[in-house]
Each structure stands twice: as structure tokens, then as C-alpha cells.
């Protein structure tokens, strides 16, 4: 059950845009998990889902804060974002968090999340954000996109082509069509 996208996201100005599109279908209790490599754009993503949302507050990196809540401007629900990356165990250690509160009323975005938040809720949008060959660096290791959408080292944005795959788990996302976000990009 559920429903299942690939998509080639060229620059970090389509993965923002992704992110505004991808807004449209999340409601307060979804539970988004985020998956890829250091600098694969998982930030970049979310930034856009905040925009979409819109949310107050710019959206950062919570690395270092664990998670951030970005209050609604209007009537639409506030976002969680969530870096799991310096958690090592799995829910018990998300349990300080308090997701499962923010859950219902909130969109909840764990960056790191896979293996740790799956129990959060049945229904669930994974998210899996992959460099595509000939991305930057030896081991694909470059930093987070710029806010200006530039990667750090590549002014135009040139090699930042990712593939994104959506797997929307549970009920929730029966019969969504994640596909249609392709056509929104371009």
C-alpha cells in the first residue's frame, strides 16, 4: 500500500522547488524521513518545504540543535525539523524529543531518520535523495547547497544532479500521485 515516485532533480533550485511542490501534499500528522549522504540536498529540501508550508523562521541545518520548530504564518500546520545524524540509538533516544507529540499536529521532517522514527507512524513519506555519477568530489562528500543554490566549489550549480526516490508507506498515501511532482519541476 502506498505509492512510489523516482525523480532526476538537476540544481538545488529544483530540489528547493521539489520541496515548495511537495508541500502541497503533506497535512499536520505526516511524518517525512530523509535519506542520502552529506550534502546530497536533504536540507536544500526541506528549506523548500518550509517555504511550501509557510513557515516562520529560517530552515537550517539542525545538526547541532538536534530539532527546530518553524510555527505556521497562517492556518497551515507547523514544521519539525529534525537532524537525527548525532543520535545514535533508535526511537528510545528520539523519545526526548517529544515527536509523537508534535506528530498530530505538525509536518515532522527527519533528516537521518531511516531506522530510527519508523515507528513514529504507519503512514509515512520516505524520501531518498542520491547523487547521481559524476557528482562532486571522489566520494561525493561536498557540503550542503548554498542558499543561493550554488553547491559550495561549483558557482553555475553544475553536477548537482540527484535522484530522488518517494515511497509514501501506509494508508495515507494510497492512490497519491508522487509521479505528477516530476512535471512541477521543469
Known sequence: MGSY??????TPDRMQRLGRELAALLRPGDLVLLSGE????KTTLTRGL?????????????TF???????????GPALVHVDAYRLGGGLEEMEDLDLD???????????????????????RLEVRIERQLGGDGPEGDAAEPAADGAADGDADGAGDVRRVV?????RRWDGADLSALADRLH
Open 5 to 10: 515516485a523516482t525523480l532526476t532533480v538537476p
Open 38 to 41: 552529506l550534502g546530497a540536498g
Open 50 to 62: 518550509g517555504e511550501g508550508l509557510g513557515v516562520r523562521g529560517a530552515v537550517t541545518s539542525p
Open 65 to 75: 540543535v538536534i530539532a527546530r520548530v518553524h510555527p505556521p504564518l497562517g492556518g
Open 101 to 123: 507529540v508534535s506528530l498530530p499536529e505538525s509536518v515532522v521532517v527527519v533528516e537521518w531518520g531511516e531506522g530510527r522514527v519508523e515507528e513514529l507512524s504507519e503512514d
Open 166 to 170: 518517494l515511497c509514501g508507506v501506509g
